[in-house]
Structures are given as structure tokens and as C-alpha cells.
DNA sequence: GGCGAAAATGGTAGCGGTACCATTTGGGGA
DNA sequence: TCCCCAAATGGTACCGCTACCATTTTCGCC
């Protein structure tokens, strides 16, 4: 089933064929309709590949995630999803599960598809990738938190650093003096986020009670049990600023189990805000990023770019938000 | 960048690049050491779209799912692409939003990438679609609840109305007597379930006191306010059958604000069993699915087409198990 | 050393579109 | 009516790779 087939039938030359699908207003009405009642009697669909490999358009968009399970990612994507479709694009994903090596092997896979963008999450560490991107050609969007060193072109997020450091600011304000930290398995970013904590309480002349770091990738790793043996070694401690919303929901349920009350006898703080987090009891306080827009930003820069052929770095920071509610 | 200027650095033909490439024990090793040489010295990376006009396949996969923000489907994607990126395959992932018509669009446009299987969550009511998928002669796997009618290919899932009778009869069994059903927006599967717990309700002699299905769409929709609504109209229910673990969760906190004990006042039942589920205070009872495992056996059974070429529809029911915790 | 079969490599054509330029058609103004 | 320019349509080549078959090389064995 070629264009061919359809040229046939609607007798014209293919490229006319070719026309109708891609830019009908070039067609005279009535060609245009007997052309498009061949392609439905025929069930023509157009290979994409072949008008790829001609036209050097892959009208595709590659995005590198470190999870699929997070549901901060997925409304990244979600957004992204929403802007590309509409401009006739289709979304090739990559999860990575948070390995660099995984993240380099896919980057470069992708490539072969000849997408037109590519979104990936944070900095690239591989400077092979690096260079292979940059010489590709493509609009490149790193998304979520953003580092001036190691972004190849555009960028769209959030300062994490900054966000853990407002975080800090915010419990120590509300009196909070016996700080913790903990984290997620596999959440790298987390990192940062802990040095952000560390580095506001020393100003303040204080330090962390703990910093939970779990190993990457440990299937046993159980984040409640976790957090009762870390408060019940640190008993001093009155407040935990938690890595992710989900963490900190996981320890205010057990908190519960153990009728600690929160926030009176420990406070908690996430990072993502949650739906969830506006509605549990207490209600979370958190750190709010947006992440769908993340995603619609990063989806019109490449529309954008596409669009004009102009190709000058944009860097957005969307910010962050600390909302606070009941649990701190 | 071509296979050409390749062959040419490293004095072979292009097609022994393409071999090195594809059939690597093809090749006599130093031959191939030669090639791969000459592969990374000009950092070559083969075109895909090229490799997949001329050998019929793309390595692609393409599948539809109603929405990425709900984690129920964003790990059946996982589970998926954790398969499929062994193979070397990609791909390629487009919601509906719970839209027969948007599913419909995506289907057609997706075909014409070629991908070698298509992953569809639930039945196709589109007559014109199936036949499309039907005569293109890829895998097709429909995922979620199965469904006789609309099965095109093959399916991995469960069977969604039972699930929901058997949730019912855990219910009445359990000694709740006023049973109420509440979805999500959009969900469209969660009309069946309103069906089957409606069926085993008239079986034991009684009805639901409420059968809420928001309307679809509707951005102002509140689970919660809508919940403590329902409640407050119908105060003799004992016990509420959520559509969605989520929303059994909002309902949980909803109570806990209105200081109505779960499950002394009011019993509260979900469907997903979310990793949080087993959590909360109290746990919730709910009817668990295994996305995960969905997603993977999708993908063996698109691999094992791949390799072996036999065409045989292959139906699995993973069944699903109602777990009964703290809050029923 | 010569033979034959298997392994390794190469030449050619074509996958299904679209870019580029050429040609034909249409229509308004002199 | 003719001319000119714009709109509409068509012919040809080529995008980068691989299927298919042909050819060359290798190697075990008599």
C-alpha cells in the first residue's frame, strides 16, 4: 500500500498525493477530494518512514526519564504529550531508572530515529552524549533542575538547590531545631537537596540530626521502617524534610502506627506537592514545581524552534513554591 | 553520516558495515574491530528510519493508554519497556485521555510508523480501527480488562467485572448492608464495576444507595466535597466501593476531617492497591491487579511473535485479588 | 596441492516518500 | 484575443539502508 496506489487510483502523479496529505492548500478542491476518497477507500496510511528518510522530518520528540513510576515525571510528560500532539508529533520514552549508563545507551539508540528534539532530565554526564546532541543539530531541552554547567541548549525547571534552601529556611523559621533528612531509593537529584539543607542549618550554626541517603537500587528497602529506626536513633529530632511527597506521606502514616503526633511532636516536609498533599491529615507541607507545566514549556520550545528555524538557547526557570500546611 | 562514509574509512562495502551493525558473528573479527573503529572515530549512528524502510521493520512498539498520570498505567508501562528495551526496541507512547475518538486518531497516525506490535488498553469500539490493526498484520495486545468482543489479537489482563462482584460480595459478606459507588472522572471502566456491584447487591436483595460517575471532563470536579455530598444525602451507607484506590484514599482523609471513623462509621474499598495502600492509617481494602506484570507479559508475548513468527492469539487472564485490610 | 563446501564479502536494486525544478493550466488586464 | 504571471501538477532523482544474489576467500580433507 504505497502512495503510488493512491496516485493511481485518483489519477494523478504521487507527489500530488503527497500534497493533499501534507499541505492540501496547494491542491486544487476537487483533486483534493477525489485524492482523499482514494486514500480512504484504500486504508492508505503514509509511511512515516519513508517520509522521514526523504524529508529529513522525523516529526518525532525522544524524552529520557529516570521513572515512569513517579508521578512527578508522568505529568511532565503529560504535558509535553498534550502540546506535541497537537502538532502532529510523536513522543519515543526512555526510562533510565536513574542510571547514567542506561541514560547514555537510550540517548544514543534514539538518536538513530532522527527525532527532532530531545528532552532529557537534568544534566548530561556522559560528555560523549554531550557532543554527540550538540553536533546533532536537534533542540535539546533539559528539564527539571536546572545547572548552568552541563546544559547543552534549552532548559526549562527549577533551582533544586535553591528549593531545599527555602525548605530549610522555612523550618527553621517555624522553630523547628533538631532538622533530618532523608530520601528516596534512586532519587540522585535528592542529593543536592541535602547539601542545600546542610549548608542552610551550618549558617545557622546548626547541623542535621541524620541524612538518609538509602542505596541506590536496593529492592529491600522498606522507607517507613526506615524512618522509625532513624527517629528512634535520633529521638532529639523534631523535624524531617523528606525527599518526596511520597516519603513523607510513608512517615506521617507512621508516625500514626506510632502515635507521634504530627506536627507536634515531629514536623514533615516534602518536595512535589502531590495532589494527595492537599488532602491527607494533616495536609503536607511541600514544595511546589508544576510539573505538567515543566512539560508544556519544553513542548513549545521545541514547537517553537521547529517552527522558525531559529535556534537560540532558552533557559525558563519556572521556580518553585513553598506551601505550607499542617504538617510543619 | 552514512554506513558509506564509514565503509569507506574502514575499506569494506556498505553492506558489511550494515552486518557488523545487525549480524555481528557474520563478520570475521578483524574485519569487524576495523569497522567498529571506523563507527566510533566518526561517532556514526545508524538512521532508523532508513533501516526500517528497506527491512520492514521498525523496532517499534507503539501503545495507547488513557491517561499517563495515573500510576495504574504508567506501570504497565514499565513493565513493558523494561521488556521491550532488552530487545532493542522503542517506544512510542500516546494518550487518549479516556477519548474513543482521540484513541481512534492515534491508532491510524501511530500505524504509520510501522511498529511492530500495538498496545491498546481495553476493547476498540472503532470498526474501521480494528480492521486497519487487523489488516496491518502486527501484534496486537489489548491490556486491562478483558473483553471477548472487540479482541482483535491477543490480551493480558483481568477481568474487570468480576473484580467488582467480588468486591461486593467481600462487602455483604463482611456485614455492610448500604453500599455506595463513586469513580473518577473519566473512568470509563468504572462503569462496569457499577454494574457488577449493582448485579450482586440485586442478587442479595438490595441497591446501592449511591452510583455517582462524575461526568466526564469536568475540571471542577472535587472528589472529596463531592464524597462528603453523598455522604451527607445518603447517611445510612455503611460502606463506599471507590473505583480507584486514589479515591478511596481522598474519601479516607475526607472522613477523618468530618471525625467519621473508617471502617466504624463508614467502610471505605478501592481498586489498584497503590503501594500507599498498604500504608495509611487505616490500610485500605482493595482489589489488586498487578500493572506491572500486565506490561511485561505484553511484552513477551510481542517478542515471542517477533522471534518466532507464529501468529497465534494468546488470551491471558492474570486475575486479581481482593485484599482485605483495615478499612472494610 | 587441489578440491569442494562453507564462510566472508560485495554489487545492485529498491523500500516509499519528498525536494527540486519543469511543465501545464487558469485567469485577469491590455 | 493575446500575454503574462501565478497556481496547479508532474518527472526525476535521491534520502540511507538492507534483501537478494553473486563472487571471492578460507579452510578442512583427501
Same mark, same amino acid.
Given at each position: 500500500?504505497?502512495?503510488?496506489?493512491?496516485?493511481?487510483?485518483?489519477?494523478?502523479?504521487?507527489?500530488?498525493?503527497?500534497?493533499?496529505?501534507?499541505?492540501?492548500?496547494?491542491?486544487?478542491?476537487?483533486?483534493?477530494?477525489?485524492?482523499?476518497?482514494?486514500?480512504?477507500?484504500?486504508?492508505?496510511?503514509?509511511?512515516?518512514?519513508?517520509?522521514?528518510?526523504?524529508?529529513?522530518?522525523?516529526?518525532?520528540?525522544?524524552?529520557?526519564?529516570?521513572?515512569?513510576?513517579?508521578?512527578?515525571?508522568?505529568?511532565?510528560?503529560?504535558?509535553?504529550?498534550?502540546?506535541?500532539?497537537?502538532?502532529?508529533?510523536?513522543?519515543?520514552?526512555?526510562?533510565?531508572?536513574?542510571?547514567?549508563?542506561?541514560?547514555?545507551?537510550?540517548?544514543?539508540?534514539?538518536?538513530?530515529? *532522527?527525532?527532532?528534539?530531545? %528532552?532529557?532530565?537534568?544534566?548530561?554526564?556522559?560528555?560523549? +552524549?554531550?557532543?554527540? #546532541? @550538540?553536533? =546533532? !543539530?536537534?533542540?535539546?531541552?533539559?528539564?527539571?533542575?536546572?545547572?548552568?554547567?552541563?546544559?547543552?541548549?534549552?532548559?526549562?525547571?527549577?533551582?533544586?538547590?535553591?528549593?531545599?534552601?527555602?525548605?530549610?529556611?522555612?523550618?527553621?523559621?517555624?522553630?523547628?531545631?533538631?532538622?533530618?533528612?532523608?530520601?528516596?531509593?534512586?532519587?540522585?537529584?535528592?542529593?543536592?537537596?541535602?547539601?542545600?539543607?546542610?549548608?542552610?542549618?551550618?549558617?545557622?550554626?546548626?547541623?542535621?540530626?541524620?541524612?538518609?541517603?538509602?542505596?541506590?537500587?536496593?529492592?529491600?528497602?522498606?522507607?517507613?521502617?526506615?524512618?522509625?529506626?532513624?527517629?528512634?536513633?535520633?529521638?532529639?529530632?523534631?523535624?524531617?524534610?523528606?525527599?518526596?511527597?511520597? *516519603?513523607?506521606?510513608?512517615? %506521617?502514616?507512621?508516625?500514626?502506627?506510632?502515635?507521634?503526633? +504530627?506536627?507536634?511532636? #515531629? @514536623?514533615? =516536609? !516534602?518536595?512535589?506537592?502531590?495532589?494527595?498533599?492537599?488532602?491527607?491529615?494533616?495536609?503536607?507541607?511541600?514544595?511546589?514545581?508544576?510539573?505538567?507545566?515543566?512539560?508544556?514549556?519544553?513542548?513549545?520550545?521545541?514547537?517553537?524552534?521547529?517552527?522558525?528555524?531559529?535556534?537560540?538557547?532558552?533557559?525558563?526557570?519556572?521556580?518553585?513554591?513553598?506551601?505550607?500546611?499542617?504538617?510543619?
Amino acid at each position: 500500500m504505497s502512495i503510488r496506489k493512491v496516485a493511481d487510483l485518483a489519477g494523478v502523479a504521487p507527489i500530488t498525493v503527497s500534497r493533499v496529505i501534507n499541505t492540501p492548500d496547494k491542491v486544487k478542491t476537487d483533486t483534493r477530494e477525489r485524492v482523499q476518497r482514494a486514500i480512504d477507500r484504500l486504508n492508505y496510511v503514509p509511511n512515516l518512514a519513508a517520509s522521514t528518510l526523504s524529508s529529513k522530518r522525523s516529526r518525532i520528540v525522544a524524552i529520557l526519564v529516570p521513572t515512569l513510576s513517579n508521578p512527578m515525571f508522568s505529568d511532565v510528560i503529560q504535558g509535553l504529550a498534550d502540546v506535541l500532539r497537537a502538532e502532529d508529533y510523536h513522543l519515543i520514552i526512555g526510562d533510565t531508572r536513574y542510571s547514567q549508563a542506561t541514560e547514555s545507551t537510550l540517548a544514543m539508540e534514539m538518536l538513530g530515529r *532522527l527525532p527532532e528534539a530531545m %528532552v532529557l532530565t537534568g544534566p548530561i554526564g556522559d560528555e560523549r +552524549v554531550r557532543r554527540l #546532541l @550538540a553536533r =546533532a !543539530g536537534i533542540t535539546v531541552v533539559q528539564i527539571w533542575d536546572l545547572q548552568p554547567s552541563g546544559t547543552i541548549d534549552s532548559a526549562v525547571g527549577f533551582n533544586n538547590y535553591a528549593a531545599a534552601h527555602a525548605m530549610a529556611r522555612h523550618l527553621v523559621e517555624a522553630g523547628y531545631k533538631r532538622i533530618g533528612f532523608m530520601a528516596m531509593v534512586g532519587d540522585e537529584r535528592a542529593k543536592e537537596r541535602r547539601c542545600a539543607l546542610a549548608a542552610y542549618l551550618a549558617e545557622r550554626g546548626m547541623a542535621p540530626t541524620f541524612e538518609a541517603l538509602p542505596p541506590r537500587f536496593d529492592p529491600m528497602y522498606d522507607p517507613s521502617s526506615d524512618f522509625v529506626r532513624l527517629i528512634d536513633q535520633h529521638p532529639e529530632t523534631d523535624a524531617v524534610f523528606c525527599a518526596s511527597d511520597m *516519603l513523607a506521606h510513608l512517615a %506521617v502514616f507512621a508516625c500514626q502506627r506510632r502515635g507521634w503526633a +504530627v506536627p507536634g511532636r #515531629l @514536623a514533615l =516536609a !516534602g518536595f512535589g506537592d502531590l495532589p494527595l498533599s492537599a488532602k491527607t491529615v494533616p495536609t503536607l507541607t511541600t514544595i511546589r514545581v508544576n510539573q505538567y507545566e515543566i512539560g508544556r514549556r519544553a513542548g513549545e520550545i521545541i514547537i517553537n524552534r521547529a517552527r522558525s528555524g531559529r535556534r537560540r538557547p532558552d533557559i525558563q526557570d519556572l521556580g518553585f513554591e513553598i506551601v505550607r500546611r499542617e504538617s510543619t
